[in-house]
């Protein structure tokens, strides 16, 4: 089984190498294992540092948002015909050998959509607390538009199985709102979402999600319920 | 008071207007038709603003009050406004797809891709 790896990169060349680095070159059960970076208009030398680290880098002339770059990085993943995809962030903030929890997972579970969760990890003590409370509430607006209860609806550590690769069109935001949409998504197809705990690092400069953004995610996940 | 802020706020967002609005059309990102538009219709909300007794005079006291022409121009402006949110959310959505076309027709990744079905196609063989 092929598996893909794709990471949304906007101006991370501090941090890219090391994350293109410390992805497993071997699982267990997969044969292949691509490195795909979707370099979103970085203005920086995230480009050509992730390019150095040996990743298949595609750019986007103008900066979509990190939803729009996962979404291009399935969609290449598709083309290259893997039948698995794992996403996480290019700032460093998610340990690229909790690949193997997810694979594994996959495997045990049979979901289709699989969260690596900070909130199940020991690590959750460092994230600071008003990201804590605006993930908590992100759970809940997530929770609204789909029915289904998670413990960490916005992370960005993901697996997607090959069932829910094959309805990955029908979605089409391109912000931090696209982690919602993809539960609701999974959700609305039957398909099964489960979860593992992943160490999450926080560290300081790091950029992420802004917490006073959900009511922007709200009204985008509201509109998008109301006009289909 | 209350007056007094809202005259200042209609003209100081008049004065914001007409100026981008001259701006853009200085720089040819804005047709003189469209400088125009702006104009008058923000010259119309100073109006407004200053003398509202115009309302009255222009739409009669019995036929149509101060208040119910702003209740009407207030959800004449939600009309508006719901408009521009659909036209800007689907011309994004065409953005991001033309951009993401552009990306995923990089010689990277159909490269890529024929060496690894030359390799599938090869092991194969060798079976």
Not at chain 2, 60 to 85: D, E, T
Request: glycine residues 8%; aromatic residues 10%; positive net charge.
């Amino acid at each position: 089984m092929r598996l893909a790896v794709v990471v949304p990169a906007h101006n991370e060349e501090k941090t890219i190498g090391d994350v293109i680095d410390g992805i497993p070159r071997r699982i267990d059960g997969i044969s292949t294992i691509n490195r795909i970076v979707i370099n979103d208009a970085s203005i920086d030398r995230t480009a050509a540092r992730a390019k150095k680290a040996g990743a298949l880098v595609l750019s986007h002339r103008i900066n979509i948002g990190q939803g729009g770059a996962v979404l291009t990085g399935i969609k290449a993943a598709r083309q290259l015909g893997n039948a698995l995809v794992v996403t996480l962030d290019g700032d460093g903030q998610h340990d690229p050998d909790d690949i193997h929890a997810l694979v594994d997972a996959h495997f045990r579970d049979k979901a289709d959509l699989i969260i690596g969760s900070r909130f199940l990890s020991q690590t959750i003590e460092t994230m600071p607390a008003l990201k804590w409370y605006g993930n908590k509430i992100m759970n809940g607006i997530t929770f609204t538009f789909s029915g289904k209860q998670v413990s960490d609806s916005q992370s960005g550590f993901r697996l997607i199985g090959e069932r829910m690769l094959s309805v990955i069109d029908e979605f089409n935001m391109t912000g931090y709102e696209f982690c919602s949409e993809m539960i609701i998504g999974a959700k609305r197809h039957g398909l099964l979402i489960s979860e593992v705990p992943i160490k999450t690092i926080y560290f300081d400069g790091r950029q992420g999600q802004n917490p006073l953004n959900g009511l922007n995610i709200f009204l985008r996940l509201f509109y998008r319920a109301v006009t289909g | 008071m209350l007056l007094t802020i809202i005259k200042f706020l209609a003209l100081a967002l008049t004065l914001l207007v007409i100026i981008k609005s001259y701006l853009a059309y200085r720089q040819r990102q804005e047709t003189f038709v469209m400088f125009l538009f702006w104009s008058v219709t923000w010259l119309a909300v100073i109006i407004i603003a200053f003398y509202p007794e115009v309302i009255t005079a222009v739409l009669g006291q019995r036929r149509l009050g101060v208040g119910s022409f702003l209740g009407i121009a207030l959800v004449f402006v939600y009309f508006v406004l719901y408009r521009v949110y659909v036209k800007a959310d689907r011309i994004e959505k065409r953005m991001h797809e033309i951009v993401r076309q552009f990306a995923l027709k990089d010689p990277a990744l159909s490269k890529q891709g024929r060496v690894k079905s030359q390799l599938r196609r090869r092991t194969k063989k060798v079976k």
